[in-house]
């Protein structure tokens, strides 16, 4: 059974930066990407970064473009969201996810679609005082 795991939650003040790892184990972990979702107090999931782990391509939801870098170590099995200039609107609880749906022929959207991960990680708080 394949396990993500994520750390590097906290709390900090606004314009600070937070780096959030997740990483893979289990008997056999194959997955075409992995995403970074995150959930707010009373709001739905919505999609922040993703990333393939062949080639690398990565996709952001505009809201943290330009502050945040997906990144993954493929020998580690482990994905990384580096977060920078962090702002009292990002607090929420950040889960990464790994899809075997979305492939190279996957519009940019698909990537952006909870539905199209199959493995969730527990999650991990992220507060960020102003």
């Known amino acids: 059974q394949v396990q993500l795991v ?50 690398g391509s990565t996709y952001y939801a505009n809201s943290v473009k330009g502050r945040f870098t997906v990144s993954r ?13 962090l702002k009292p609107e990002d607090t929420a609880v950040y889960y990464c996810a790994a899809s075997r749906t979305v492939s190279y022929a996957s519009s940019s959207y698909s990537y952006t679609v909870s539905n199209n991960y199959d493995t969730w990680g527990q999650g991990t708080q992220v507060t960020v005082s102003s």
Not at 73 to 85: C, E, F, I, R, W
């Open 73 to 85: 170590d493929g020998a580690k099995n482990t994905v990384y969201l580096q977060m920078n200039s």
């Open 6 to 55: 994520e750390s590097g939650g906290g709390l900090v003040q606004a314009g600070g930066s937070l780096r959030l790892s997740c990483a893979a184990s289990g008997r056999t972990f194959n997955s075409n990407a992995m995403g970074w979702f995150r959930q707010a107090p009373g709001k739905e999931r919505e999609f922040v970064a993703a990333i393939r782990w062949s080639g």
